[in-house]
Each structure stands twice: as structure tokens, then as C-alpha cells.
T-cell receptor, first 112, second 116 residues
Framework: GQNIDQPTEMTATEGAIVQINCTYQTSGFNGLFWYQQHAGEAPTFLSYNVLDGLEEKGRFSSFLSRSKGYSYLLLKELQMKDSASYLCAVRDWNSGNTPLVFGKGTRLSVIA | GAVVSQHPSRVICKSGTSVKIECRSLDFQATTMFWYRQFPKQSLMLMATSNEGSKATYEQGVEKDKFLINHASLTLSTLTVTSAHPEDSSFYIC????????????FGPGTRLTVT
């Protein structure tokens, strides 16, 4: 089975940096994904890590440590439009057709 | 990136009726599609995995006779909610995997189902 944990809610100030953590336990591992989801909309892809280390893409970066079962999403220069839910998802290679399994999501509120 | 469409985007139906939701991969072929359900302020819960030309694989606790899935072609999967009840009201999201793109999973825009 899988277990994915991330904080339920976070609040940060416009222009600041915020780090959203995710820990996971899976029987197999074939990649960790971060998605952004605004209320009432489908998730949109942010990042993908399959090897240890940091992946940077503009204001967003994602880090993975497979030995620790740990990832974080780092958002820099926060903007009001970044207020959304951020979903950590893992692909469990041992799950047949390997769908993504999602954590409960972290609702980020960016305040002025 | 690849595009996945869903239709309808919103639907309101009466209790006891059936509703069909279509999921299409527009610019790639998807041998595997996934159907998720999301209740307010909760995460996406996988309902079933749909494979082209074969029966869908349902997650534990999901009634296969209530949520009928058909994946008749490489670009279309349908989810039919039969005999809908108010507790079926939810946000249904499909996702398709592009085998040519690192197996990236792309999401449709979702369908908001309200059962009255």
C-alpha cells in the first residue's frame, strides 16, 4: 500500500519563500510528482523527480530524497495567484498500471 | 503538453438517473486512462484504471456495477454513473497517460456532478 503525508494548510506572505514537505511510503517507487490545483479545477503538472536532488523550474523547485522517502516543493517570490492546493503524488511501480497516488494536498494561502 | 478533454464540464441530474462522462486524449493515444473522484477540500481518490480493449480495474470500495467504464478506443474512455444518488455528487477527473512522454499523466478539466 501507499501512504503519503503533507501538511493540510500553510500561509505565507506575498514575495516570500515557502516550502511544502511531503513524505511517502510505497512498496515500489517510480517517481514523485507535484501538482497545483485551484479550487474547482483539475490539477496542473508542476514537477517530476525520479532521482535524488533538486529540480528547478523558474520560481518552483522540487527536491527528492528516495532514501528518506521525502520531497519538498519550494515556491519563491510568492504571488497572490499561487494561492492553491499543492498535491504530492507518487507513482508506485508495483501497482500494476501504476496510476498516480495522491496525498491529501496542502492548501496554501498567500497573503499581502 | 498533451491535452485531455472532458465532457460535460458540469451536469445536474435527478436522483435515480444515469450520467455519462466522456474523457478524450486529443493529441496522443492513451492505452491507459484513470478516473478519479474528489470531494470538497479533499484529495483525488483513484476510482478505477481503464485499459483500452479490456475491462477496467476498480479500486477497493468502488462499485463496478454503479460506475461503468468503457475504453473503446485509444482516445476515448467513458464513465457512466448509474442510478445516481446525492452522495455521488462530486468532482470527477479523468487522466490519461502518454506512453511516448515518460508516461506523463495528463488530467482533464474535470466534471462537476450534482445529483438532486
Amino acid at each position: 500500500g501507499q501512504n503519503i503525508d503533507q501538511p493540510t494548510e500553510m500561509t505565507a506572505t506575498e514575495g516570500a519563500i515557502v516550502q511544502i514537505n511531503c513524505t511517502y511510503q510505497t512498496s515500489g517507487f517510480n517517481g514523485l510528482f507535484w501538482y497545483q490545483q485551484h479550487a474547482g479545477e483539475a490539477p496542473t503538472f508542476l514537477s517530476y523527480n525520479v532521482l535524488d536532488g533538486l529540480e528547478e523550474k523558474g520560481r518552483f523547485s522540487s527536491f527528492l530524497s528516495r532514501s528518506k522517502g521525502y520531497s519538498y516543493l519550494l515556491l519563491k517570490e510568492l504571488q497572490m495567484k499561487d494561492s492553491a492546493s499543492y498535491l504530492c503524488a507518487v507513482r508506485d511501480w508495483n501497482s500494476g498500471n501504476t496510476p498516480l497516488v495522491f496525498g491529501k494536498g496542502t492548501r496554501l494561502s498567500v497573503i499581502a | 503538453g498533451a491535452v485531455v478533454s472532458q465532457h460535460p464540464s458540469r451536469v445536474i441530474c435527478k436522483s435515480g438517473t444515469s450520467v455519462k462522462i466522456e474523457c478524450r486524449s486529443l493529441d496522443f493515444q492513451a492505452t491507459t486512462m484513470f478516473w478519479y473522484r474528489q470531494f470538497p477540500k479533499q484529495s483525488l481518490m483513484l476510482m478505477a484504471t481503464s485499459n483500452e480493449g479490456s475491462k477496467a480495474t476498480y479500486e477497493q470500495g468502488v462499485e463496478k456495477d454503479k460506475f461503468l467504464i468503457n475504453h473503446a478506443s485509444l482516445t476515448l474512455s467513458t464513465l457512466t454513473v448509474t442510478s445516481a444518488h446525492p452522495e455521488d455528487s462530486s468532482f470527477y477527473i479523468c487522466s490519461a497517460r502518454d506512453q511516448q512522454d515518460k508516461g506523463e499523466q495528463y488530467f482533464g478539466p474535470g466534471t462537476r456532478l450534482t445529483v438532486t
